[in-house]
């Protein structure tokens, strides 16, 4: 695996120059997980954060009854857990491979260490900050105020901005573990699947969605 390309694919680092880029690759560690492999858990204190190189990555939390609740998926290029690095607390959530992965470790002492030295390098997370706050901000609006259609149709908007495609998205997860994400069960999630495909919004094939009346869409996420 050539971390610097990893690294020159990060939004995280948009920007930087080779130079800066290779001096990251020679701080972190790559590290490989098996599926379903926790790569931590929430409360232990924070020893760095990640880019996930392969794979695909779940950031979740669960109650004493074992009960699950997914935040975010990341896949290659997506950066995870840079927030306790800044602030020094545990991590607020836990981390868990959904395949097996590869991803690579900043060690929190060792980035700090780069960000003093390299203020320009702040004003990029910062970015990559108000980003996720905003991807963040939109999942709470959406699970406190709207239907499962509306939340569906906003998580394909969503996918088909970041997959760079207006025709068609693939959808990162399972159905099951989709539904999880947007706080619905699997059942009411095929049902709504199934009433856009018959009113010609989208066509699902598996994973693969395509995406038929984009106003219709976009009436139907807000």
Known sequence: MDRA???????????LNE??????????????????EVIFLEG???????????????????????????LHIFGPGESFAEV???HGDPYPASAMAMKASEVLCF???????????HPSLSMNMLANFAQKLRRFSMQI?????REVPARLASHLIYLSESQKRTDAVTLRVPKGQLANLLGTTPETLSRVLGRL????????EGKAIALLDWPKLRELAG
């Open 44 to 70: 232990v204190a924070a020893v760095g954060f990640y880019v996930v190189a392969t794979g695909q990555v779940k950031i979740y939390k669960s109650n004493a009854e074992g009960r699950e609740k997914i």
């Open 5 to 15: 390309a990893i690294i020159a694919q990060c939004s995280l680092f948009n920007g």
């Open 141 to 145: 609006e959406n699970l406190a105020l």
């Open 197 to 204: 495909e018959e009113s010609g919004v989208i066509r699902s």
């Open 19 to 36: 130079e800066d880029v290779l001096m990251l690759a020679a701080a972190c560690e790559t590290k490989q997980v098996g599926r379903g």
């Open 107 to 117: 060690p929190r002492a060792r980035f700090v260490e780069i960000i003093e030295q």
């Open 84 to 86: 306790p690095v800044f």
